[in-house]
């Protein structure tokens, strides 16, 4: 009996982890097409072939070599210098990116998201997404 109690909790915890990760993936798509509105810039399927109406060529996800911590400080942060929005609208207030506040980067100061801005949360589900969707396939 309780042999069997221990199997059924662990196929329950089975269950509910799959339900989890679909629930985050799907999180993650909904930020990557609609509220951060990234397909704009990087393409639908991730690849770099966005709107050709948007500000600048985005990376192609595919090929990235950045690690989770990278990816949410790209999301968080931007690319100063470049057209990579940052989504953190606290980003620049401190030295808390790249150890540079507004005043330091000036020109070079990454543009304000087209979208929306994002929370911690989901600046991690976004990356968490753009990771077990995009990198390495």
């Known amino acids: 009996m309780r042999h069997q109690l221990l ?8 269950l509910m982890s799959g339900t989890i990760r679909s629930q985050d993936v799907s999180f993650g798509d909904r930020l990557f097409h609609e509220k951060a509105d990234c397909q704009f810039c990087h393409g639908i399927n991730g690849d770099g072939h ?4 948007s500000p600048g060529k985005g990376s192609d996800l595919h090929a990235t070599k950045l690690d989770r911590e990278q990816v949410i400080e790209v999301i ?20 808390s990116c790249y150890g540079l506040s507004a ?4 020109k070079q100061m990454p543009p ?20 077990t969707t995009y990198k390495g396939k």
Do not use: N, Q
């Not at 199997?7 to 089975?14: D, K, P, R, S």
């Not at 966005?50 to 109406?53: H, I, N, S, Y």
């Not at 210098?81 to 980003?91: C, L, V």
């Not at 801005?117 to 600046?123: A, N």
């Open 112 to 131: 304000e998201p087209h979208s929306t801005s994002l929370t911690k949360r989901e600046i991690e589900a976004l990356a968490d997404y753009i990771l």
């Open 76 to 95: 968080r942060c931007g690319r100063p210098g470049s057209e990579m929005p940052y989504f953190d609208k606290y980003a620049f207030e401190d030295k």
């Open 50 to 53: 966005g709107d050709p109406r």
């Open 7 to 14: 199997i059924f909790a662990l196929a329950l915890l089975l």
């Open 103 to 106: 005043t330091d980067l000036g």
